[in-house]
C-alpha cells in the first residue's frame, strides 16, 4: 500500500481534490480534523495547558483553537512547542489507520504542512496543489469570510511551500482552467499502476 501526502499552500484545493479521490473510493486522513480530537484528550489537555496557561481554554475547559491560534500566530518557538506535542500524536494515529487499510493500493493523507513540518519522509508519492495567488487569496477570503490582507496573511505563513513544490512527484494546477477530475483521474491511475 502506497501512502501519499497531498499538500501545497492554503486554499489551493487540497480539500477539493480528495473529495474527487474519495469519489474513486480513496481513504483520506485529513491531518487538521484528525488532530482537533486530540485537544479533547486530558493528557493533551494538560499539557496545553502547561505550555499557554489558562487563557487557551474556554468556559467549559476546552481548548480553544482558535485563541491559540492568534497566541501562537507570530510566535515560531510556541508554534514549534505545540507542533512537537501535536505531531507525534498524529503520526502515531495515521500509521495505526493506515494498518487497518493494508489491502488497499494507496491512501491520502491531506495536509498544508508535509515540507514545512519535515514530515515527507513518511510518504511514498507526495501531490503538490497549486493555484495562482490572487485565486488563492480570493478563495480564502471567500470561504472564511475574510478580507483579503488576512487571507494574504495567512498565505504569507506557508510560503515555504515553494519549495514542496519542486520535490513533489505530482503537481496538479487547480487554476480553474485545467480539468481538475481529469488531472485527478490521471494520478490516480499511475499509482494504482504503481502496485
Ligand atoms: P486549506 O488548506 O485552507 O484547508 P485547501 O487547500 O484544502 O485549503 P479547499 O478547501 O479545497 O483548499 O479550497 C478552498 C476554497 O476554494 C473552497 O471554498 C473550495 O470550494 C474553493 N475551490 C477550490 N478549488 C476550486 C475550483 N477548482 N473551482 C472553484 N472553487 C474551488
Not at 5 to 25: D, M
Not at 81 to 88: D, E, F, G
Not at 97 to 122: D, G, K, P, T
Not at 156 to 177: H, M, P, T, W, Y
Request: aromatic share 8%; net charge negative.
Amino acid at each position: 500500500m502506497l501512502k501519499v501526502g497531498v499538500t501545497g499552500n492554503i486554499g489551493s484545493g487540497k480539500t477539493t481534490v480528495c473529495r474527487i479521490f474519495e469519489h474513486l473510493e480513496i481513504d483520506v486522513y485529513y491531518s487538521d480534523a484528525r488532530a482537533k480530537q486530540f485537544y479533547h484528550d486530558v493528557a493533551v489537555k494538560q499539557q496545553i495547558n502547561n505550555l499557554f496557561g489558562e487563557e487557551v481554554f474556554d468556559a467549559e475547559q476546552n481548548v480553544d483553537i482558535k485563541k491559540m491560534a492568534i497566541r501562537i500566530f507570530q510566535n515560531e518557538n510556541e508554534l514549534q512547542r505545540l507542533n512537537n506535542l501535536i505531531h507525534p500524536l498524529v503520526v502515531n494515529d495515521f500509521q495505526k489507520w493506515c494498518e487497518e487499510r493494508e489491502n488497499q493500493n494507496f491512501v491520502l493523507f491531506e495536509s498544508a504542512i508535509i515540507y514545512q513540518c519535515e514530515l515527507s519522509h513518511l510518504f511514498d508519492k507526495i501531490i503538490f496543489v497549486e493555484a495562482p495567488v490572487e485565486m488563492l487569496l480570493q478563495r480564502i477570503a471567500q470561504r472564511d469570510k475574510a478580507d483579503v490582507e488576512t487571507a494574504k496573511q495567512r498565505l504569507e505563513n506557508q510560503q515555504k511551500n515553494e519549495i514542496g513544490r519542486s520535490l513533489a512527484d505530482f503537481v496538479i494546477c487547480n487554476d480553474e482552467k485545467h480539468s481538475l477530475i481529469q488531472e485527478v483521474v490521471h494520478i490516480y491511475n499511475m499509482l494504482n499502476s504503481k502496485q
